[in-house]
């Protein structure tokens, strides 16, 4: 029973704004939303995460609708190095130790 | 920051040894993680520690898996006998519990094959 939808692959431009679609309409209000990537053969990396208010750090921006049903993990200016897969997660703190990963998607930077 | 250490980072064994990974967490945090990927089964919870306690071991597949945490900056899984099913790539990660933000942070992984 996935918490979370996302597109299965898509691709970007490099030096273009990536924008990662998540769909969560079944959160509530005590769940974050969680967004790590992992890169072919590195172990997951943390990326960003938020409540309700939009996020952004030195990697990424996150976008959470009002709603808080869908949200958007926006890489600025894509690079070949940001090629991996995409993982959103939803999770209550702390009870949600055990992160749940799902499919994620695919994304590939091309030059 | 040194980031989750993991060792070794390649591990190819004959069944029916024993296999023995080691974590060591970031510094300060108290809670630790143990996590297995396979392409079947994506990325499972096998264990979790705090403050060196287990804490919830359901992910452990069976009796041959056991893992310790005999201080703060020392983790071990062990697999003895192994079977050529282990082989996956196995990840430590560890975090801050009780910060608010409880972002866990994974090592690079230990890709284990067994023949």
């Known amino acids: 029973d996935a918490k979370t939808t996302q597109p299965t692959s898509m691709d970007c431009a490099e030096g273009r704004a990536a924008n990662l679609p998540c769909n969560h309409s079944?959160?509530?209000?005590?769940?974050?939303v969680y967004w790590y990537r992992q890169i072919h053969s590195q172990g997951p990396q943390y990326i960003i995460h938020?409540?309700?208010n939009n996020e952004t750090n030195e990697m990424a921006s996150l976008i959470i609708t009002e709603d808080r049903k869908s949200s958007t993990l926006i890489l600025p200016h894509a690079t070949l190095r940001d090629t991996a897969v995409y993982y959103c997660i939803v999770r209550v703190l702390p009870n949600d130790y055990k992160l749940s990963f799902g499919a994620g998607t695919t994304v590939t930077v091309r030059a | 920051d040194a980031g989750v250490i993991q060792s070794p980072r390649h591990e190819v064994t004959e069944m029916g040894q024993e296999v023995t990974l080691r974590c060591k967490p970031i510094s300060g945090h108290n809670s630790l993680f143990w996590y297995r990927q396979t392409m079947m089964r994506g990325l499972e919870l096998l264990i979790y520690?705090?403050?060196?306690?287990?804490?919830?071991d359901s992910g452990m597949p069976e009796d041959r898996f056991s893992a310790k945490m005999p201080n703060a900056s020392f983790s071990t899984l062990k697999i003895q006998p192994s079977e050529p099913r282990d082989s996956a790539v196995y990840f430590c990660?560890?975090?801050?519990?009780?910060?608010?933000?409880?972002?866990?942070?994974f090592g690079p992984g230990t890709r284990l094959t067994v023949l």
């Open positions: 990660a560890s975090s801050l519990a009780g910060e608010g933000t409880d972002t866990q942070y």
């Open positions: 079944t959160i509530s209000g005590n769940e974050y």
């Open positions: 520690f705090n403050n060196n306690v287990p804490i919830d």
């Open positions: 938020g409540l309700k």
